[in-house]
C-alpha cells in the first residue's frame, strides 16, 4: 500500500515512519452546512488502522450507522468489518445504545458517565489483549453537535464528557479526534462548548467553502492549525496551513491554492 505523504499529512506533521497520530493529540476537525470535514474523519480512521500501524480506534458514532462508514472506508481500501472483528475497530452506535425505551428514568448525566464506561471498558479489553496492548489507541467522535442534541441540549455534559475524553490523553497517552458541526449552534451555550474544544485541541482543522465560490475541480479548503509549536528559536507558536481539497471517488485530492495549472 502506498503511504506517500500527502499536504494534509504534512500539515498533521506526519513523516514515512509515523503512521498513527502523534500520542495524546486532541484534533478538533471544525466544518460547516456548506462544507463536509467528515473525509478528514475518514483519511484519519484509513491511517490509523492502516497495515503499517499499530493502532486501535474506538469510534463513538452520533451521526451514521456502521454501514455508512463500512460502505466509505471499503473505497479508501480499508475493511471496517475485518477490523471490527480483530479487535483493532471499536463501534459506539449512540442512535441505538440511546433508543428511548432503554433510557427510561435515566438522566442525561447518567447516558453520558454510561458511555464514558464503555469506552473504559474497550480500553481494557485493548489493554489485556497480547497483540495491541501497546497500540496507539484513538478515541474518535462523529458528530459532537449531534451528542448536545442527544443529552437533550444540555452543553454542561458534553463538555464533561469532552473532559473526561481528555484525561485519557494524559493518563493512558490516547489520542482524540472530534468533528463539529460549529455553525448549528443557536443558544448561548454553543459558543462556550466550541472555545472548550478549541481550548483542549492540540490541532484544530477548519473545512471551509471557497472564498470565490464553487469551483468544478476544488470542494474546498481546509486551514489546519497546530497548536504551540517549538520554532527554531524555541518559542512557542502556531503554525497555520492552508490549502485546497477535491473529493473524488477513491480518494482525497489536496493542493496548495495555485500550485496545479
Not at 207 to 226: F, K, R, S, Y
Not at 228 to 246: A, K, P, T, W
Amino acid at each position: 500500500m502506498d503511504h506517500s505523504l500527502n499536504v494534509l499529512d504534512e500539515a498533521l506533521r506526519f513523516n514515512n515512519a509515523t503512521v498513527d497520530l502523534h500520542t495524546g493529540r486532541v484534533v478538533l476537525i471544525e466544518d460547516c452546512v456548506e462544507t463536509s470535514g467528515a473525509f478528514v474523519l475518514h483519511q484519519l480512521i484509513k491511517r490509523s488502522l492502516s497495515p503499517n500501524s499499530y493502532g486501535v480506534v474506538l469510534f463513538v458514532a452520533f451521526a451514521q450507522p456502521f454501514s455508512h462508514y463500512e460502505r466509505i472506508l471499503r473505497k479508501l481500501s480499508c475493511n471496517l468489518v475485518t477490523h471490527r472483528d480483530n479487535g483493532r475497530f471499536f463501534f459506539f452506535d449512540m442512535p441505538k445504545l440511546h433508543h428511548p425505551n432503554a433510557d427510561v428514568g435515566n438522566s442525561d448525566q447518567d447516558r453520558v458517565v454510561d458511555l464514558y464506561g464503555k469506552i473504559q471498558k474497550a480500553l481494557e479489553v485493548v489493554s489485556i489483549s497480547p497483540e495491541y496492548k501497546n497500540s496507539c489507541i484513538t478515541i474518535m467522535i462523529d458528530d459532537i453537535s449531534l451528542m448536545e442534541v442527544a443529552a437533550n441540549g444540555t452543553s454542561n455534559n458534553v463538555v464533561d464528557f469532552l473532559h473526561y475524553c481528555h484525561t485519557l490523553t494524559s493518563e493512558l497517552g490516547c489520542s482524540l479526534v472530534i468533528l463539529n458541526h460549529e455553525d448549528i449552534y443557536s443558544d448561548m451555550m454553543g459558543p462556550t462548548l466550541i472555545l472548550q474544544m478549541e481550548y483542549l485541541a492540540d490541532v484544530v482543522i477548519k473545512a471551509e467553502p471557497l472564498v470565490t465560490g464553487l469551483a468544478p475541480d476544488v470542494h474546498g479548503q481546509l486551514t489546519v492549525i497546530n497548536k504551540r509549536i517549538i520554532d527554531e528559536q524555541g518559542s512557542l507558536r502556531n503554525r497555520v496551513c492552508n490549502f485546497h481539497f477535491n473529493i473524488k471517488e477513491n480518494n482525497v485530492e489536496y493542493f496548495y491554492p495555485g500550485s496545479r495549472s
